[in-house]
T-cell receptor, first 112, second 116 residues
Framework: GENVEQHPSTLSVQEGDSAVIKCTYS??????FPWYKQELGKRPQLIID?????GEKKDQRIAVTLNKTAKHFSLHITETQPEDSAVYFC???????????FGPGTRLSVLP | SAVISQKPSRDICQRGTSLTIQCQVD?????MFWYRQQPGQSLTLIAT?????????ESGFVIDKFPISRPNLTFSTLTVSNMSPEDSSIYLC?????????????FGPGTRLTVL
């Protein structure tokens, strides 16, 4: 079955700097890769996703890149702000009706 | 995206008892998923609940421990049976938000369960 790894497990950056979180997956059939942000005590919220037919997607300060050949994808947050502090989870899925396999998470701390 | 509610939001239960968690969605959805998130950990899928058929359980989870109902396209329940302290977790339902071929999933607010 699918296995998703995520690095780093914790990340501290200064406010205004960039943060990068990387994930790898094992199942070449996976075609959908979402990223979730979970603040303390809250539900995971979808912040961006990428599908297998594109290599990069950007939404304001957040971008995701996908390398299907290498089976890895990354989340990039630019101009970080204290409210970006949260746990971020990547996930992989082989398509509609199928479950997600989540990475172990990255705890991001943005220091003022 | 769908509006998802869960009841109860939290509960403290005694060892050996059972708790039923409800998940309600404001629109009809085909697939509903139940996840467990242990403290400080990632999300682990318990089972997939498809209306009109038996739930499909992941490795390590069995129907006798986590029976699931899916009576219609907007509602599902998960029961945690014969609880032990190891069952203390957050339990979340999620639904798919699109008709495919890709499947955004949206989560309910979760049920925080503490077993004494």
């Amino acid at each position: 079955g699918e296995n998703v790894e995520q690095h780093p497990s914790t990340l501290s950056v200064q406010e205004g700097d960039s943060a990068v979180i990387k994930c790898t997956y094992s199942d070449s059939a996976s075609n959908y890769f979402p990223w979730y942000k979970q603040e303390l005590g809250k539900r995971p919220q979808l912040i961006i996703d990428i599908r297998s037919n594109v290599g990069e997607k950007k939404d304001q300060r957040i971008a995701v890149t996908l390398n299907k050949t290498a089976k890895h994808f990354s989340l990039h947050i630019t101009e970080t702000q204290p409210e970006d502090s949260a746990v971020y989870f990547c996930a992989a899925s082989i398509g509609y009706g199928q479950n997600f396999v989540f990475g172990p998470g990255t705890r991001l701390s943005v220091l003022p | 995206s769908a509006v998802i509610s869960q009841k109860p939001s939290r509960d403290i239960c005694q060892r050996g008892t059972s708790l039923t968690i409800q998940c309600q969605v404001d629109s009809q959805v085909t697939m509903m998923f139940w996840y467990r998130q242990q403290p400080g950990q990632s999300l682990t899928l318990i089972a997939t609940a498809n209306q009109g058929s038996e739930a499909t359980y992941e490795s390590g989870f069995v129907i006798d421990k986590f029976p699931i109902s899916r009576p219609n396209l907007t509602f599902s329940t998960l029961t945690v049976s014969n609880m032990s302290p190891e069952d203390s977790s957050i339990y979340l339902c999620s639904v798919e938000g699109s008709l495919g071929p890709y499947n955004e999933q949206f989560f309910g607010p979760g049920t925080r369960l503490t077993v004494l």
